[in-house]
């Protein structure tokens, strides 16, 4: 089993920052993969950013490469959003999550991959 808390998220104006935290417990950190979603209501959950269980091969959605970037401290047993040059389409509320035992990174872009998620931050993007 895995517990991950979300913090970081609030309202914030377009062009702004913002970094959200995971923390996670209950299981090795150190040993999988961690992921960011977000989901706006009315649409699909949307993967956002992932990170090996290492921190050395980052995986980003189109839409925010390039202004988010993926970190964690496995010291910590925690990972990182840090996102900049906001837009009011990054409006969501933002997920961190987990895999299963036996996941590849082959698919660690699809929610699928994850069994384990937290109760999610709202981030808000005012134009």
């Known amino acids: 089993q895995v517990q991950l808390v979300e913090s970081g998220g609030g309202l914030v104006q377009a062009g702004g920052s913002l970094r959200l935290s995971c923390a996670a417990s209950g299981r090795t950190f150190s040993s999988y993969a961690m992921g960011w979603f977000r989901q706006d209501p009315g649409k699909e959950r949307e993967f956002v950013a992932a990170i090996s269980w290492s921190g050395g091969r980052t995986y980003y959605a189109g839409s925010v490469k390039g202004r988010f970037t993926i970190s964690r401290d496995n010291a910590k047993n925690t990972v990182y959003l840090q996102m900049n040059s906001l837009k009011p389409e990054d409006t969501a509320v933002y997920y961190c999550?987990?895999?299963?035992?036996?996941?590849?990174?082959?698919?660690?872009?699809?929610?699928?991959?994850?069994?384990?998620w937290g109760q999610g931050t709202q981030v808000t993007v005012s134009s």
């Open positions: 999550a987990a895999p299963g035992f036996g996941y590849s990174d082959f698919y660690i872009k699809e929610g699928r991959t994850y069994s384990y």
